[in-house]
């Protein structure tokens, strides 16, 4: 059993920052691909980034040059840095991991961009 836990959404300005992290835990080796996705209302959930064991982070190019993805392998957490936040970033963000013989998916946190 391997359990997703997001965390650090919340209602910041537009030009705000947040730091959003995402924590495997249970049945999971460490350095497999964990990724964030975004669903915001009324549409499909989209990719937003992603980060290997060994291979550069990858970016959605509406978020290039303002979030930063990155990983703590020794305690099996992601995270998004997420600067210059516009209203259009507010979405639940859901952390994706992909193990060897399944993928998992968190419960989801919500980031709000608005003044």
């Known amino acids: 059993q391997v359990q997703v836990v997001e965390s650090g959404g919340g209602l910041v300005q537009p030009g705000g920052s947040l730091r959003l992290s995402c924590a495997a835990s249970?049945?999971?080796?460490?350095?497999?691909?964990m990724e964030w996705y975004r669903q915001a209302p009324g549409k499909q959930r989209e990719f937003v980034a992603r980060?290997?064991?060994?291979?550069?982070?990858t970016y959605a190019d509406s978020v290039k040059g303002r979030f930063t993805i990155s990983r703590d392998n020794a305690k099996n957490t992601v995270y998004l840095q997420m600067n210059s936040l516009k209203a259009e970033d507010t979405a639940v963000y859901y952390c994706?991991?992909?193990?060897?013989?399944?993928?998992?998916w968190g419960q989801g946190t919500q980031v709000t961009v608005s003044s």
């Open positions: 994706h991991v992909i193990g060897s013989v399944s993928v998992y």
């Open positions: 249970g049945s999971i080796s460490n350095g497999y691909p």
């Open positions: 980060v290997g064991s060994s291979l550069s982070p």
